[in-house]
């Protein structure tokens, strides 16, 4: 069913069903803990998924379905828990032995719970009766994948360029200061695969003695290609990706499969890019303070 996502500021984005002219049960979701959804004026999806503030969600219940979801019960092992949660099989045994995840002995072997079947959602930390607006969110737009600035408050998060097979991002480097992680630049530039997620798990910061860690399900996107850059992607145009940092601008050539990307093209202006657009064949620049700058064929 059609329907247009509306950027809400400091909030999660609205949906307004283009066939219905109705508004979807709506929720501000924002959260003042570790890891929980924070909106921003940041939206951007496709026909399946949308990314607010970073954090990957589904537009439908069934966009979790394809990367089989773990059961609150499922055991792993600490190999398979470690492949999930994207860390080394180390840090597993370190969290089994401080007693931040729970574990049972079963045949000689340590098995890791999946996942905490508790009260805890992307939308509060304690839930008792959610509003309507909260019980839609959860249901229908499932939060698939956490971006790692998302910490008590928001640092700098990726700002993906989506099509239906693939995000293009540029990766954020942030420095903790005080609650809220800063950004001090990129340091590459990725492609990820959104046609084929996997199950996965990202454990956050929890509470108690020992610190039990929460373990929220998410999924695993495959890496299709990395380029070392400090620049900033900002839009995708035919077969390049367009960047900035500052004082110039540069074209990326998305590669076909089993290929390397690589710059074609930069130009230097004055400032720093904060906005790109294309069209009539044209590259259109705005920087942080106001010019505009165009470039076309020669």
Not at 194 to 215: E, I
Request: aromatic share 10%.
């Amino acid at each position: 069913m059609p329907s247009n996502a509306r950027q809400c500021h400091s909030a999660l984005p609205a949906f307004f069903d283009c066939n219905s002219g109705q508004l979807s049960p709506y929720t501000s979701g924002w959260g003042g803990r570790v890891a929980l959804a924070k909106g921003c004026w940041y939206v951007c999806g496709t026909s399946r998924y949308f990314f607010q503030s970073g954090d990957l969600y589904g537009l439908t219940p069934s966009a979790a379905s394809a990367a089989k979801m773990p059961r609150p019960d499922e055991l792993l092992s600490k190999e398979d828990f470690a492949k999930r949660a994207n860390v080394t099989v180390q840090t597993v045994q370190r969290w089994v032995e401080a007693g931040n995840v729970e574990s049972v002995q079963r045949d000689g072997k340590t098995l890791v719970r999946s996942h905490k079947a508790d009260n805890i959602t992307y939308l509060s930390w304690w839930t008792g009766s959610p509003r309507s607006g909260e019980k839609h969110a959860l249901h229908v737009h499932p939060r698939l994948q956490i971006d790692s600035a998302n910490a008590k408050e928001l640092g700098e998060f990726r700002e993906p360029v989506v099509t239906e097979q693939a995000a293009y991002f540029s990766s954020p480097i942030n420095k903790p200061r005080g609650y809220r992680p800063a950004g001090v630049g990129y340091d590459s530039v990725t492609a990820w695969d959104l046609a084929d997620p996997k199950c996965g798990v990202t454990c956050t910061s929890g509470w108690g003695t020992p610190m039990r860690l929460v373990q929220w399900k998410t999924v695993n996107l495959d890496r299709i290609w990395a380029l070392a850059s400090n620049l900033k992607v900002h839009i995708k145009a035919g077969s390049r990706l367009y960047a900035g940092n500052r004082d110039t601008v540069a074209a990326i050539d998305i590669p076909s499969q089993g290929g390397s990307p690589k710059v074609s093209w930069n130009a230097q202006i004055r400032g720093t890019p904060s906005r790109m657009l294309a069209a009539d064949g044209k590259l259109f620049v705005v920087t942080r303070k106001g010019s505009i700058y165009a470039f076309g064929p020669k």
